[in-house]
């Protein structure tokens, strides 16, 4: 049973980072006031400007030279994250769109776009990169019984970047005059509005945020797990989507659905080979997140901590 | 002198603004790839016309459209935004796959049992998100993105353990001739097409959805309960009854998408895929502004730069994802047309004030 929840946990957590970081940024984008469904959409954009970075700058790398490429990918699914993420907060901060739709076509241009060009420049629609990101283990800290072998070894380096990204959102969100800020305008911009906050910039920066956010997390599910861009992100912006329902927009509760989330995806993937779990049938692991969320969502209706400014376009001239 | 035009309603002028900027964009998306638009937009529209085969599955590809575009048009008429159709589709085709592969009957009675499986499959998967919205007041768009999943894993699990191809265990096994909604009469009619009685089901189905919204009580009163929910309590109407309702029967609208996709357009289901049919209904509906006829043509239109985009890539260098590009940027328009009509007002505002001018100018000539 410990062998397994060994052999187990480095995987679960490799699933949870780019749901964790995309569920961030959606965090940070709905406590802005702005409902963002495009997040599948933004992963396959950092996706996709990922592959293409890293695979461009491979060769022009020396030996041993390599994870610079990535990293620089990173970074550029990021920008690009961020840049396609101001057509949805262009939609929905200046022309008051309905959000949902605008989140949609976001969903459909980033996936039927990059396919087009990937097409263009790979023939296939395909992207591959030579090599991901390194597994290791954390010097001294693997060391420590339980604690060790569960969360320090096999890890990424991108890992421990995202958990530092988290640490830094909780604090902005929470501990800055930007925080309060950022939560003003999705529970009460015309209060925000008031007090001299420019909703719309404010609006705008947390739409950014996601963008940024989700294209990382579609570019490390290219560098860690999946090797390639291939036009999908196979729902995990949804997954996402839910696990910030689930965490209830805060960012320890999205910690933990997402953690849960990519527990329950490694025991549907690896349920073939672990006998324990060879009974339980996938679908009822893979339904699980989405019936969790489902039920999740009847619970705490009466009690949604859902920013209440959320979804609605700000209109100044409405008090 | 002017000449009287006669009017467009304002909602056809922006629909067709909004497919001109989309095409604009495709050509911008092509001459960025380095080919000619206008040799890429007449391989498409030759594609999807030049003959009478590949009309019949222009067809035949806007049938599911029609019906989900539907779908996603009669429950905005109730203020809900169904954006699981896709899941709905996914599952009115399983159910009527299942009935086509395994239940043994003459042709009409078992496309008719294939139909009345369509219609619970889709149904259910409305139903759910409809009560949760009436009962817990979940959002509907978040219930049916999870509704969305949960059909396709249901599909991914059940075909490969109870009714696996021949060959890949990604795909269900081929349905039976008797099975499909394709009959030899109207093949042979379209040269070899693979127009099937489905786009009959869906002309219909516009129509009866029309008659619905628009000559009956029930259709008043889920438009009622989509303009203003309070007031239409205050009237005593029953809207968490309509709302459960509209879920239901716009889940059932997709199911039959579903099989008009796997059983007449397609000969099985295949797993792994959130079929973006679901999704181009969104579209489908919002440029055929929510109503039932606008529906059918946005859905031909969409059909068409479906089933022409093969062609065009087999005679130029253009990927075939330019038609999901032009649909998608589509929507993208339609859900910034403020900003089209403000510039619409601005025009009818210019020419106004130049009608005005002139007018005052004449006057003066006159004196």
């Known amino acids: 049973m410990w062998h397994t929840i060994e052999f187990i946990f480095p995987y679960a957590i490799t699933f949870t980072i780019p749901l964790l970081i995309t569920s961030l940024g959606g965090l940070i984008c709905e406590r802005s006031g702005v409902v963002n469904i495009g997040l599948e959409g933004l992963m396959i954009i950092g996706s996709f400007a990922g592959a293409l970075t890293i695979s461009l700058l491979w060769p022009a790398m020396g030996a041993g030279q390599e994870s610079i490429a990535i990293w620089v990918g990173l970074l550029v699914a990021m920008i690009a994250g961020a840049l396609f993420s101001l057509l949805h907060a262009f939609a929905s901060i200046n022309l008051n769109a309905n959000q949902v739709i605008s989140g949609t076509a976001i969903n459909m241009i980033a996936s039927a776009l990059t396919v087009y060009f990937a097409r263009f420049i ?163 692991l893979k339904a699980f997140p989405y019936v969790v969320t489902l039920v999740a969502l009847i619970a705490f209706s009466k009690s949604s901590q859902a920013p209440k400014a959320a979804g609605e376009p700000y209109d100044p001239g409405k008090r | 002198m002017t000449i009287k035009l006669p009017r467009i309603p304002r909602a056809v ?239 059932a609208l997709a199911g039959v998408g579903g099989l008009t996709l796997y059983c007449g357009y397609a000969v099985n289901i295949q797993i792994g895929i959130l079929p973006t049919q679901g999704f181009d209904g969104i579209a489908v509906s919002l440029l055929g502004a929510n109503s039932p006829i606008g529906v059918l043509f946005s859905a031909l239109f969409f059909g068409l730069l479906h089933s022409g985009k093969g062609f065009m890539n087999a005679m130029t260098e253009i990927p075939p994802q330019i038609g999901d590009t032009i649909i998608a940027t589509i929507i993208y328009f339609s859900a910034t047309s403020v900003l089209i009509e403000r510039y619409l007002d601005k025009i009818k505002t210019f020419m106004g004030n130049r009608a005005f001018k002139k007018a005052n100018a004449a006057e003066q000539e006159v004196r």
């Not at chain 2, 459209?65 to 203020?79: H, M, N, R, Y």
Request: with cysteine; hydrophobic share 55%.
């Open chain 2, 13 to 251: 002028t922006v629909a067709l603004i909004s497919v001109f900027l989309g095409l604009l964009a495709g050509a911008v998306f092509m001459l960025v790839t380095g080919s000619n638009p206008f040799a890429g937009y007449t391989y498409l529209f030759r594609g999807g016309l030049m003959n009478i085969e590949r009309f019949g599955n222009t067809f035949a590809t806007a049938t599911p459209l029609i019906l989900t575009g539907l779908s996603v048009a009669f429950a905005f008429k109730t203020g809900l935004f169904n954006i699981g159709a896709s899941g709905q589709l996914l599952m009115g085709g399983l159910c009527a796959t299942a009935v086509g592969l395994t239940v043994v009957l003459p042709k009409p009675l078992l496309l008719v049992l294939m139909l009345l499986a369509a219609i619970a499959g889709g149904a259910l998967w409305g139903l759910v998100p409809g009560i949760l919205k009436a009962l817990f007041n979940v959002h509907e768009v978040v219930a049916t993105i999870m509704m969305n999943w949960l059909a396709y894993w249901t599909v991914y699990y059940t075909i490969p353990a109870y009714f696996k191809g021949e060959f890949l265990e990604t795909e269900s096994r081929k349905i039976p001739d008797i099975a499909s909604l394709r009959v030899p009469g109207l093949t042979e009619m379209f040269d070899g097409s693979y127009i099937n009685l489905g786009v009959f089901i869906g002309i219909l189905t516009v129509l009866l959805i029309w008659v619905i919204l628009e000559k009956t009580v029930l259709g008043y009163e889920l438009k009622a309960a989509g303009f203003n929910r309070f007031a239409a309590e205050y009237g005593g109407m029953k809207v968490n009854r309509n709302i459960v309702l509209s879920m239901t029967i716009a889940g």
């Open chain 1, 122 to 284: 790979t023939g296939s629609g395909n992207i591959q990169i030579v090599s991901g990101l390194r597994r290791f283990d954390v010097p001294v800290l693997s060391k420590i019984p339980v604690i060790g072998p569960l969360f320090f070894t096999q890890t990424y380096a991108s890992t421990w970047l995202v958990v530092g990204l988290l640490v830094g959102s909780w604090y902005m969100i929470y501990k800055t005059p930007f925080g309060l800020r950022l939560r003003s305008c999705g529970e009460h911009p015309h209060a925000a509005d008031a007090a001299g906050v420019n909703v719309k910039l404010v609006r705008y920066i947390g739409v950014m945020f996601s963008g940024a956010f989700a294209g990382l997390g579609g570019a490390l599910i290219l560098v860690t797990y999946s090797g390639e861009f291939s036009g999908s992100v196979a729902g995990l912006g949804f997954l996402a989507l839910a696990a910030l329902i689930f965490g209830q927009w805060r960012p320890l509760g999205i910690l933990g659905a997402t953690f849960f989330f990519g527990i329950a995806s490694t025991l549907a993937n690896v349920s073939q080979v672990v006998p324990a779990l060879e009974r339980i049938p996938g679908l009822i």
